[in-house]
């Protein structure tokens, strides 16, 4: 359009800003005639064609608007147009630089509206006209379309559209943040996006890196968040406009979703979401620690989680086997507790990243559950829950023969063996590598009818490598009640007397007197002197197994019978054994 005053063709051009405006009323409608009763028009007649549904500014007097229009005359000869020039009007409306029919004309007008003024003489060009262009007393027609209007003391307009309900931050100055965006003019014409280019949108808040009104616009934002920011041009590209797709003085509208955002000199941030009861011992470095997690992203974005691989993550802590921020965030932990654990890009995986699920100065955010953790120095522990009432005057040794009930679980609970299942208690003998280290320790100094309760290392367990039915590394829970116990045996014997053995032994083994001694007659002796009390076998094995396996020691020659001079006590034979070695 053209300012009052001598004709120029270098209009200013304005902000777009995707503003709409409510409707205005028309102030009359002309449809090529000069007025409804045929005679001069006394004012601009507005025919509103196209109202956008949305309109939630209108055009004032001292407002900077930006329009593209059609100049014709009454017989739709073409005098004047924005397009062929291929540029738009941006001026100040209603102060003087716009024929006065064209300032009228604007007022009330929405971003996007289209109008048709019919603009009579008066309030035009007059009885003089334009030389060259418009004749004296000339009624002049305009399609108008409004692209853009602010004004001066238009600030950063921001609208939360979705705001995620927990929020642990907010973005402030001197945060680094990485968002996404859609970038448009105000009515509409998009002129950047972050999602074409795959990748977030990274820089720092508050520090000039922005245009002042995006640093603004940012401000309060929680990771999710997603908001629409209007930004008038003196607070976004101005005068100069940038490059081909922002004009000069344009609005722009941003439509922006916060993935994340961190400061450089944050730390890791810990949220108990559930602590056990009874925490006796947190986890130190050095600890080696089982735990499962979801990894996400701040945004919620999933990246990993050891749920769905059905396996604990298994390592040391505070020795530099994860990031630093995970190092951290598990020392202090109790078994069984369930922690949040945030951790920024600098204590992560940095700027650069890793993989294709975790992008550069992503800050991470870990949800996990502490199952176990040990340390190679540690001990059984144990806690004793019940004694008898009666006197306990003698406890579990090494070699002695027990039978005890248990049940055995893993620290977070879950049941994994119980000699309940077999219907008998299990048989052991203490010390003959027969269980578990953990559990053979624990198992010593009780008394019959005592319950413990026993946590064992993996190292005094299954080991790295777990069992069947026990995963690698994994704490053992025993709760064990003593049933029987029986003296063992000392090392390498099969059989004992309880008092001096018979002065003529062979002669008492020989029931026959025909001076050998067949495996029956060597077993019917040996169960008899069991039956009376003079001597017992090894506890805890088939007895036949026993007597056959001594049979076999005093039947030197493997003849099947044992001569006077085959037979020897261990005892002699351990005497002579040493004599030999002297």
């Known amino acids: 359009m053209f300012p009052a005053g001598p004709p120029s063709y270098s209009l200013l051009r304005l902000p777009l800003l995707q503003l709409l405006l409510l409707v205005v009323q028309a102030v009359g409608r002309g449809l090529g005639r000069a007025s409804p009763a045929g005679g001069p028009l006394e004012d601009v007649v507005i025919e509103r064609y196209h109202i956008p549904r949305a309109c939630p500014r209108e055009v004032q007097m001292g407002d900077f608007v930006r329009y593209h229009y059609n100049g014709t005359f009454e017989d739709g000869k073409k005098f004047d147009s924005s397009y062929d020039r291929n540029t738009l009007v941006a001026i100040v409306v209603g102060v003087g630089r716009l024929i006065t029919g064209m300032d009228r004309g604007l007022m009330g007008m929405c971003v996007n509206e289209r109008r048709r003024l019919i603009v009579p003489p008066h309030l035009g060009y007059g009885s003089i006209g334009l030389a060259g262009l418009i004749p004296p007393d000339a009624t002049l027609y305009f399609d108008v379309v409004l692209l853009d209007v602010w004004n001066k003391e238009d600030t950063v307009q921001v609208s939360i559209l979705l705001r995620p309900p927990h929020c642990p931050r907010m973005v402030q100055d001197g945060d680094f943040v990485r968002y ?3 970038g448009t003019l105000l009515d509409g014409t998009s002129f950047d996006t972050s999602y074409s280019r795959g990748g977030t949108y990274d820089t720092y808040v508050g520090s000039g890196w922005l245009i002042k009104g995006m640093d603004q616009g ?13 930004i008038p041009p003196f607070l976004a590209y101005g005068e100069k406009g940038y490059g081909t797709v922002i004009p000069p003085q344009a609005s722009l509208v941003f439509h922006a979703l916060l993935i994340d955002v961190h400061n450089p000199k944050d730390t890791v941030q810990l949220e108990t979401l559930e602590l056990p009861p009874g925490c006796v011992r947190r986890a130190v470095a050095g600890d080696f620690m089982r735990y499962h997690y979801n990894g996400s992203l701040m945004d919620g974005t999933l990246f990993d989680s050891s ?17 630093p921020g995970m190092d951290q965030g598990l ?11 945030t951790i920024p890009p600098h204590l992560a995986y940095g700027e650069n990243g890793t993989g294709d699920k975790i992008p550069g100065s992503a800050v991470l955010i870990f949800n996990v559950h502490v199952i176990d953790f040990h340390n190679p120095a540690d001990v059984v522990e144990i806690k004793t829950l019940s004694r008898p009432s009666e006197t306990c005057n003698e406890t579990t040794k090494l070699g002695d023969f027990v039978r005890y009930h248990y049940n055995c679980s893993l620290l977070d609970g879950t049941q994994l063996f119980t000699s309940h299942d077999y219907g008998a208690p299990q048989e052991a003998t203490l010390g003959a590598n027969k269980v578990i280290e953990g559990l053979d320790t624990g198992l010593q100094g009780m008394c019959v009818g005592e319950r413990r309760q026993l946590i064992v290392p993996p190292h005094l367990a299954h080991g790295e490598n777990g069992a069947r039915g026990v995963p690698g590394s994994a704490v053992l829970r025993f709760e064990v009640e003593l049933v029987s116990r029986e003296d063992g045996l000392p090392t390498g014997y099969l059989f004992v007397w309880h008092e001096d053995p018979p002065a003529n032994l062979f002669e008492d083994m020989d029931l026959n007197k025909d001076g050998e001694v067949p495996p029956e007659e060597f077993s019917t002796f040996i169960k008899a002197q069991v039956s009376e009390g003079k001597g017992r076998l090894m506890p805890g094995q088939d007895p036949e197994k026993t007597i056959g396996d001594m049979f076999q020691n005093q039947d030197r020659n493997q003849d099947g019978k044992i001569t006077v001079e085959e037979l020897k006590l261990k005892s002699d034979e351990d005497q002579e054994r040493v004599h030999e070695e002297l």
Do not use: A, D, F, W
């Open 180 to 182: 996404h965006y859609n």
């Open 218 to 230: 940012l401000l309060g934002m929680c990771p999710g968040e997603r908001r629409k920011i209007i």
């Open 307 to 323: 749920y769905s691989r059905n396996h604990t993550y298994n390592t040391y802590i505070g020795q530099g086997y994860i990031i």
């Open 331 to 341: 020392q202090g932990t109790c078994v069984g507790e369930r922690r949040r654990i």
